[in-house]
C-alpha cells in the first residue's frame, strides 16, 4: 500500500499574510492559523487582525513578524515603556493586565491536558496590585559602541544591548544604581568586554535591591581578574549610589551566556543585602537564588505554608531548597525540616539564614535530591510533606520515582515552566499523587513567564 504523503504547509517564507489572533503560546507569542495551519506573531494580542510576513515554515507551524494592524484588539494597551518592541526584557506590555492573567491561567491549563493529559482546575492567577517596579534584580549586559559604553537589555531576538535611561519593571534604587555604574565606566574608559573579539573587561552590571530596607548590592562581572582603576571606581560608585551596602566583582572567563562565575572578590562593604519576606529575614549575595519579585514571593510562600497543612509534628522536606526561603517559611508549622541543594553555596546561605533568624528545627544537606532522600529513608526520616522546586527543566526522573516511594501525605510542586511541570505531575500521578489544586502565581509580570503552584496527595487504596 502506497505510503501517504504529508500535506504541504499552505505558506512559504516571504508570504505576506492576514489573521486574527485567536491567543497567545508560552512564549508570549500571538497565534492565529491561515488555512487551519498554525501562524506564531509575536508583539500582537488576542482579537488583533494583522498583516505580517512569514520568516519562517515547520511543518506544523510558521512563525511571522508584525507588519501593521488591521484592527486592534480591545485588550490591547499603550506599552508603559518606551523601549517595548525593542529590549527583549518584556513581551506582553501592550496587553491590558488583567487579560495577561486570563492568558496565563489559560496557558498553564491547555500546557497540563495536552502534555500531561490532565483535566483539574486551575484557580486565577495571584496577580500584584500594582505590577510595575517590582523587580530586585537588574542583569545589565555592557557593550561598547562608537567609544560609548552602552548598558541595558538585550534587543529582542539578539545579543545587541539596547541602552536604556530607566526600566520601569526594575525597582528604582537599582535603575539608578545600573547607571551610575555605567557613568563610572565611561568616565575611567574601563572597556566593556566584546563578545566576538573575546577582548575587554566588563561583561555585565548587576544590581541587587532590599525592598525592606533600600539597601544596594552592584556587581561588576569581568572577563578576568584585572579590573583596572579599580579604586577610583569604587569611590566614584560609594559617592553617587545611595544605601549602597557593598561592591562585587565577579569573574567569569568563560565564554558563552552564563552570566556569573564562580569566583569573587569584595571590593567594598559587604558582598549581601538583607531582605525581608513576612517576618523573615535572608541575606542575599550576587549569586543566590532569590525571588526576583520579593512582592509575589510573600503571596507564593504563604500559599505553600496554606497547602502544606503543617499541624506541627510533620517532617517536611525541601528539595531544590536553594538559600533556603521555603525551609524556613515552613519550619515554624513542622516539627523538622530538612532542605536539599546540590550548590554548596546556597547551603551555606541557607544555614547562614536559619541562624539569623533564629530557627533551630531546620537543617540543610549538601547534594542531589535523588541520592539524600533514599538516605534519609534508611536513616528513618519519613516525610508528611515534600516541597518540589526544581530548574526550568523539571525533576529527575529517579527523584520522581524516590519521592512517591517516601510515601509522604502530600507533595507540592513549584514550577516556572508549564511544559516540564505537566510531563512531571504525569508521573506522579500514575505514581498514585494526582494533582488536587492548581494555582499560578504571577511574579513575572509583562512577560510570558507564571510560577505554578501544585498540591498532590495520595490515593490511599
Same mark, same amino acid.
Given at each position: 500500500?502506497?505510503?501517504k ?7 512559504v ?5 492576514t489573521l ?8 508570549g507569542?500571538g ?8 501562524v ?6 488576542p482579537?488583533d487582525?494583522?498583516?505580517? *510576513? ?15 494592524? *488591521? !484592527?486592534?484588539?480591545?485588550r490591547?494597551?499603550e ?8 529590549c527583549?526584557?518584556c ?17 498553564v491549563?491547555?500546557t497540563?491536558?495536552?502534555?500531561g493529559?490532565?483535566?483539574?482546575p486551575?484557580? %486565577?492567577v495571584l496577580?500584584?496590585?500594582? %505590577?510595575?517596579?517590582? /523587580? ?8 561598547a ?5 552602552r ?24 535603575? !539608578?544604581?545600573v547607571?551610575?555604574a ?6 575611567? !574608559? ?7 573579539s ?8 548587576i ?6 530596607t533600600?539597601e ?16 577610583r ?14 561592591i ?7 565564554p558563552?551566556?552564563?552570566?556569573l ?12 543585602i538583607?531582605e !525581608?519576606?513576612? *517576618? ?19 503571596v ?12 506541627? /509534628? ?10 533556603g526561603?521555603?525551609?524556613?517559611h515552613?519550619?515554624?508549622?513542622a ?5 536539599? *541543594?546540590?550548590e554548596n ?8 539564614n ?7 528545627n531546620?537543617?540543610f544537606l549538601?547534594g542531589r ?5 533514599p538516605e534519609l529513608?534508611?536513616?528513618? /526520616?519519613?516525610?508528611?510533606v ?6 526550568r527543566?523539571g ?17 507540592i510542586?513549584?514550577?516556572c515552566?508549564?511544559a516540564?511541570?505537566?510531563r ?5 500521578a500514575?505514581a ?15 512577560t ?14
Amino acid at each position: 500500500m502506497p505510503r501517504k504523503e504529508k500535506s504541504k504547509p499552505p505558506l512559504v517564507r516571504g508570504e505576506r499574510v492576514t489573521l486574527e489572533i485567536d491567543g497567545l503560546n508560552h512564549a508570549g507569542e500571538g497565534v492565529g492559523d491561515v488555512e487551519g495551519f498554525t501562524v506564531f506573531v509575536p508583539g500582537t494580542a488576542p482579537g488583533d487582525l494583522v498583516a505580517a *510576513e512569514v520568516i519562517s515554515v515547520k511543518p506544523s507551524y510558521a512563525r511571522a513578524l508584525l507588519i501593521s494592524l *488591521e !484592527r486592534p484588539s480591545p485588550r490591547r494597551v499603550e506599552p508603559f515603556c518606551g523601549y517595548f518592541g525593542r529590549c527583549g526584557g518584556c513581551h506582553l506590555q501592550h496587553i491590558d493586565y488583567a487579560e495577561q492573567l486570563r492568558l496565563k491561567r489559560q496557558i498553564v491549563a491547555e500546557t497540563l491536558r495536552r502534555i500531561g493529559g490532565l483535566e483539574v482546575p486551575v484557580a %486565577p492567577v495571584l496577580g500584584m496590585p500594582d %505590577p510595575r517596579h517590582y /523587580r530586585n534584580k537588574y542583569q545589565a549586559p555592557v557593550a561598547a559602541e562608537n567609544g560609548q559604553v552602552r548598558v541595558g537589555l538585550y534587543e529582542l531576538r539578539s545579543h545587541r544591548v539596547v541602552e536604556l535611561s530607566q526600566c520601569p519593571i526594575q525597582h528604582p534604587a537599582g535603575d !539608578r544604581a545600573v547607571a551610575a555604574a555605567r557613568q563610572a565606566l565611561q568616565e575611567l !574608559r574601563i572597556p566593556p568586554y566584546d563578545e566576538q573579539s573575546r577582548r575587554g573587561v566588563v561583561r555585565h552590571i548587576i544590581a541587587r535591591t532590599s525592598f525592606a530596607t533600600g539597601e544596594v548590592l552592584l556587581a561588576l562581572v569581568t572577563s578576568g581578574r584585572k579590573l583596572p582603576r579599580a579604586a577610583r571606581l569604587v569611590e566614584l560608585l560609594r559617592r553617587r549610589v545611595q544605601n549602597l551596602a557593598g561592591i562585587v566583582q565577579n569573574i567569569n572567563p568563560r565564554p558563552g551566556n552564563v552570566i556569573l562565575g564562580q569566583e569573587e572578590i569584595t571590593l567594598w562593604g559587604r558582598p549581601y543585602i538583607v531582605e !525581608r519576606l513576612g *517576618e523573615l529575614s535572608f541575606r542575599v549575595s550576587t549569586r543566590s537564588f532569590f525571588q526576583v519579585n520579593p512582592v509575589q514571593a510573600e503571596v507564593l510562600y504563604g500559599l505553600v505554608q496554606r497547602l502544606a497543612g503543617l499541624t506541627g /509534628r510533620e517532617t517536611a522536606f525541601d528539595l531544590y531548597c536553594g538559600i533556603g526561603t521555603i525551609a524556613l517559611h515552613l519550619a515554624g508549622g513542622a516539627a523538622q525540616v530538612i532542605g536539599v *541543594e546540590s550548590e554548596n553555596a546556597a547551603v551555606e546561605d541557607a544555614r547562614a539564614n536559619a541562624a539569623l533568624n533564629g530557627i533551630a528545627n531546620a537543617t540543610f544537606l549538601v547534594g542531589r535530591a535523588e541520592e539524600k532522600v533514599p538516605e534519609l529513608l534508611r536513616a528513618g /526520616r519519613r516525610a508528611g510533606v515534600v516541597v518540589l522546586n526544581p530548574p526550568r527543566k523539571g525533576c529527575a526522573p529517579e527523584l520522581l520515582e524516590v519521592v512517591a516511594e517516601a510515601a509522604p501525605d502530600r507533595i507540592i510542586y513549584i514550577s516556572c515552566n508549564p511544559a516540564t511541570l505537566a510531563r512531571d505531575l504525569k508521573i506522579l500521578a500514575e505514581a498514585g499523587y494526582p494533582a488536587r489544586e492548581v494555582h499560578p502565581v504571577d511574579m513575572f509580570p509583562h512577560t510570558s513567564h507564571v510560577e505554578t503552584v501544585v498540591l498532590m496527595s495520595r490515593v490511599i487504596d
